[in-house]
């Protein structure tokens, strides 16, 4: 049987219609107050979808974390595990943490970041997850690691009677540490991958004509001492080795690994981290090194050709100095 059409008139048909035909997700005396701008805002955001202020976060409150990874001029808000195991996995389904970092939650891993948040709350938030499955975690800012302060690079040491004589690269100023006085040292190793490409360009179309990769490595130690903030570095590259006096070999690899063992044995080995190079799986999840492009403009291929150079390269440095700075921020 045929329903009866609806005559009722298309205006009439408009006005009947609800004025909100979604439901709504939270009560209005649920809703957030922004304090800068004072428009409400649902209780599971930590900033504000008008103006982008941070918005005060309840302690127990369920947040919707956005997932974007910033850029690394950001400065983010880290959540960092210090110590535990996974007791809980359930726990964690709600901040959606990487497969590869889970596994190592499994094994006990400590001391590397599962998230780099815009705000503080949903650092906090990651961090509250993270403890009730049974991880220790903390809050670090990058603000903290004050990583806008270059390390201070050193050219030499001498090793004296429990005193070790610093002198900075391309000066002679000099800086006297007492040994007692060190506080850490982080070792590890920096990879430099560039990959070459040259291009043909027209007007329609780019084609490759050659690309190549190579890849440098290079161990780095960073040496913080007490009362001084940035810490010194010493590269393979550029440093006077002549302190290892008849155990000086003609490779310069091999003396940086002496060096690196005998100031080892003199700090000690509890003041000593050594497990940078193993973790970078874990850290290039949320301390991804960004690759920077060059274009060098047209070159000469071969007799009679040319094309388009083009180099990209990736280095792990920022990370290695993030890792460091974290380290000592967490002594």
């Given at each position: 049987?045929?329903?009866?059409?609806?005559?009722?008139?298309?205006?009439?048909?408009?006005?009947?219609?609800?004025?909100?035909?979604?439901?709504?997700?939270?009560?209005?005396?649920?809703?957030?107050?922004?304090?800068?701008?004072?428009?409400?805002?649902?209780?599971?955001?930590?900033?504000?979808?008008?103006?982008?202020?941070?918005?005060?976060?309840?302690?127990?409150?369920?947040?919707?974390?956005?997932?974007?990874?910033?850029?690394?001029?950001?400065?983010?808000?880290?959540?960092?595990?210090?110590?535990?195991?996974?007791?809980?996995?359930?726990?964690?389904?709600?901040?959606?943490?990487?497969?590869?970092?889970?596994?190592?939650?499994?094994?006990?891993?400590?001391?590397?970041?599962?998230?780099?948040?815009?705000?503080?709350?949903?650092?906090?938030?990651?961090?509250?997850?993270?403890?009730?499955?049974?991880?220790?975690?903390?809050?670090?800012?990058?603000?903290?690691?004050?990583?806008?302060?270059?390390?201070?690079?050193?050219?030499?040491?001498?090793?004296?009677?429990?005193?070790?004589?610093?002198?900075?690269?391309?000066?002679?100023?000099?800086?006297?540490?007492?040994?007692?006085?060190?506080?850490?040292?982080?070792?590890?190793?920096?990879?430099?991958?560039?990959?070459?490409?040259?291009?043909?360009?027209?007007?329609?179309?780019?084609?490759?004509?050659?690309?190549?990769?190579?890849?440098?490595?290079?161990?780095?130690?960073?040496?913080?001492?007490?009362?001084?903030?940035?810490?010194?570095r010493v590269y393979q590259r550029g440093f006077d080795f002549s302190c290892l006096g008849p155990d000086k070999a003609m490779i310069a690899a091999e003396n940086m690994l002496r060096f690196a063992a005998r100031l080892k044995e003199t700090v000690g080995h509890e003041r000593w981290i050594d497990d940078y190079d193993r973790k970078r799986k874990v850290l290039d999840v949320v301390w991804i090194s960004e690759p920077r492009s060059e274009s060098h403009g047209l070159q000469k291929t071969g007799?009679?050709?040319?094309?388009?150079?083009?180099?990209?390269?990736?280095?792990?440095?920022?990370?290695?100095?993030?890792?460091?700075?974290?380290?000592?921020?967490?002594?």
């Amino acid at each position: 049987m045929t329903e009866p059409a609806d005559e009722t008139a298309p205006e009439q048909q408009t006005t009947d219609l609800p004025m909100d035909i979604a439901v709504p997700a939270f009560r209005p005396d649920e809703l957030i107050a922004c304090p800068e701008c004072t428009r409400a805002n649902a209780p599971n955001r930590t900033k504000c979808m008008y103006c982008a202020a941070a918005l005060p976060v309840s302690e127990r409150a369920e947040i919707k974390l956005s997932g974007r990874l910033l850029e690394s001029w950001e400065n983010g808000f880290n959540a960092v595990i210090t110590g535990g195991k996974l007791a809980d996995e359930a726990v964690l389904e709600s901040i959606a943490i990487d497969r590869n970092v889970i596994e190592q939650l499994r094994s006990g891993i400590a001391f590397v970041p599962v998230l780099r948040g815009e705000t503080e709350a949903d650092a906090t938030y990651v961090v509250r997850k993270l403890n009730d499955a049974g991880i220790e975690s903390t809050v670090v800012a990058d603000e903290q690691l004050d990583l806008k302060s270059p390390t201070i690079r050193l050219r030499r040491i001498e090793f004296g009677d429990g005193v070790m004589e610093l002198t900075l690269f391309n000066s002679e100023e000099t800086a006297s540490v007492a040994v007692a006085d060190v506080d850490l040292i982080v070792a590890g190793t920096i990879v430099e991958t560039t990959t070459e490409t040259v291009e043909k360009r027209s007007r329609k179309e780019s084609t490759i004509l050659d690309e190549s990769q190579s890849a440098e490595r290079e161990l780095v130690l960073d040496i913080y001492v007490s009362g001084h903030r940035q810490g010194y570095r010493v590269y393979q590259r550029g440093f006077d080795f002549s302190c290892l006096g008849p155990d000086k070999a003609m490779i310069a690899a091999e003396n940086m690994l002496r060096f690196a063992a005998r100031l080892k044995e003199t700090v000690g080995h509890e003041r000593w981290i050594d497990d940078y190079d193993r973790k970078r799986k874990v850290l290039d999840v949320v301390w991804i090194s960004e690759p920077r492009s060059e274009s060098h403009g047209l070159q000469k291929t071969g007799i009679g050709k040319s094309g388009h150079l083009r180099s990209q390269k990736t280095s792990n440095l920022e990370q290695f100095t993030r890792y460091s700075r974290m380290r000592r921020h967490l002594l």
